[in-house]
């Protein structure tokens, strides 16, 4: 069930959708008496693929999920105000987003930008509460390395304790994470990190199973002082990605409530 969700999520993204959709139109074009058809096909999937690969369009559609939550190291945050003292947090968690074992690379250059992001900022809060573990969660799903393992690693080269760490290695997605976690933790009270995009549906999956996650999205890619320019108007592959994530999240999300996950 997991490989073909996402095998079937992988066609809804922007760019394999658009090219699907042309690659057909094309087909009709040249080996079928369907002309009309064809150019109707190919222009539809131009147009999703530049539709989609304009700032506009792509902020649009990341900004609800970024937004959704402040961070727990903001002032006047609605997260702070559930905790009065730093020492009342036992764990801070942090939900991998990305990794390489290629032990031809540097070690730093195995983690993602995303898991590398949210690592810096877990170690960040744990650094502020002194009664602290830390907590990295992230299984093997192509790689047989746990994505936990790596983070580890780069987390212990940067001087955290190796005893102050606790590793989650089993968990293949988000609502697996939740699910081994609460194992460790219960009902505890903890600092949630992971991607500001990723933080509405790991929040939904965490609350249902009865946890008190204390949200700290990170690794924003929507500025809300981004204002219109020239760039607004162009395609480029950055805006596709971020269509992309989007698009997963929002999957996932109905996903979750099909299932009632959330």
Known sequence: MFILKKIISGFL????LSLWISFLGLYLLWFTTKQKTGKILVSVGVIILTLFSCSIIANKLLRPLERKYESFEMKGSSSVSKIEDEFAIKYVVVLGGGHSSDPELPLISQIGRSSLE???AGIRIYR????AKLLLSGGSIFDPVPEADTMARVAMEIGIPENDIILETKSKDTKDQAKFIKSVIGREPFVLVTAAFHMPRSMALFKKLGMNPIPSPIGHRVSERQGLSPHSFFPS?????KVGLAIHEYLGLTWSKLRGQQ
């Open 13 to 16: 993204y922007p760019l394999p």
């Open 118 to 120: 949210r690592l810096i």
């Open 128 to 131: 502020k509460c002194p009664e």
């Open 237 to 241: 592959t950055g805006n596709l990605r």
